[in-house]
């Protein structure tokens, strides 16, 4: 009955894990289930190689699932036992997970748990509704608690020169054939049946228009398909997550703390924009390290947290045998 009841929990796990988020909906992950263990593997078929040459996009990614794993065999009443990168020898293995000891979840992470399949990236403005200011007091414990480090930025100035450099290396993006045709790999038209990108009536195009303005992806380039989704028009708070270090470990640190955050401001009906653009320009990102994240931190992500002012598109994901090794 327990060998049972540690395969359930770790098939949940796997489940569950599929719902995490991912650069462009890129699902880069694979799983394998060896007795009792679960290997989580990169998918570098699914690598932006032009926007994401390093793979820390990515890494980030298989750091959301890994998080969503330990979280939900949590709740399946055990403790987990992670190893991350536990074989130099291959790379691609990112993380082992276990069943460890008998635990009881608290009502902490039930929420999280709650939140798997319910959470939604947002793609447009937010409702002009203030963020309460113990709720980002705990978004910044969660991102700490997973190694990592959430900064509200509450200077008009500073957000004012982050969103003028999401604009200028959407600017620059848009202007390279690479970049473009590799983001409308990504992108699915309305009759499209695939389970991953970015679905046309997720991509925003309807939103009101922040300011200052945060650019979003032009993921219907060209085309005459774009989502109507909510109409608010404030940015929102915007926040920037980011490590002690920039090596492959951190990535998948950042990605932990990022969905540790993403799930808990779900649970209290946050929702999150991303804006990586910059991010992914190594001179763009050098500049918001030296002049925003101060000494000796690796920016790993931009966002802005608000409320939205009416329900998110559905998600979309692969369905299990598609991500799961024999």
Known sequence: MAAQSVKHALDAAVEAARWAPSVHNTQPWTFRLTGEEIGLKADVERQLHVSDASGRELLISCGAALFTMRTVIRCEGYEPIVRVLPDPDRPNLLATVKAGTPARADEATWALGGEIERRRTHRAGFADVPMPEQLLRSLERAAMNEGAELTPILNPQAIEVIAALTQAAQGVQGRDRRFTLELLRWSRAPESTRRDGVPADAHGGGGGRTEP?????????????????????????????????????????????????????????????????ALEMDQLREFLRQ?????GAYPQMIMRLGVTLDEDQDSIRRPLPDVLEE
């Not at 109507?228 to 932990?256: C, K, P």
């Open 213 to 277: 303005r945060f650019a979003q992806r032009e993921y219907a380039w060209r085309s005459e398909w774009t989502g109507q989704s909510a109409q608010g028009a404030a940015v929102g708070t915007v926040t920037l997550l980011s490590t002690a270090s920039d090596g492959r470990e951190d990535w998948i640190a950042a990605g932990q703390a990022l969905q540790h955050v993403l799930l808990h401001a779900a649970a209290h009906g946050v929702s999150a924009a991303f804006h990586t653009q």
């Open 291 to 295: 002049q925003l994240c101060g000494a």
